[in-house]
């Protein structure tokens, strides 16, 4: 199982960006499928966006449709997330996570490693 070490959180005003990372030191994190989740105060944990093992197909949810942008660097072994036109709805823990071969999926329980999340708050 994949170890995923997060970077890039923090405290931004709402119109700036942010880039997460979520980098593995593993030789077969090629191999898998990387999906963002978030966690606000007091909800549910929700899908971000996924990206394919092979970096083929993409996948958001609406609300970050054409703000957010995830995609890996294989020689740095690292997925981003970069994030952009932040709104204060967007504060939560972010999580990465892992699916060996996996397609991308919405559902958490798809993934079989997560990392150890990081804040990222926006302020009004």
């Known amino acids: 199982q994949v170890q995923l070490v997060h970077s890039g959180g923090g405290l931004v005003q709402a119109g700036g960006s942010l880039r997460l990372s979520c980098a593995s030191s593993?030789?077969?994190?090629?191999?898998?499928?990387v999906g963002w989740f978030r966690q606000a105060p007091g909800k549910e944990r929700e899908f971000v966006a996924a990206?394919?093992?092979?970096?083929?197909?993409?996948y958001y949810t609406d609300s970050v449709k054409g703000r957010f942008t995830i995609s890996r660097d294989y020689a740095k072994n690292t997925v981003y997330l970069q994030m952009t036109s932040l709104k204060p709805e967007d504060t939560a823990v972010y999580y990465c996570?892992?699916?060996?071969w996996g397609a991308g999926s919405r559902h958490g329980g798809e993934y079989d490693a997560w990392g150890q999340g990081t804040q990222v708050t926006v302020s009004s």
């Open positions: 593993d030789r077969t994190f090629s191999n898998y499928a």
């Open positions: 990206i394919r093992w092979n970096a083929i197909n993409t």
């Open positions: 996570a892992a699916d060996q």
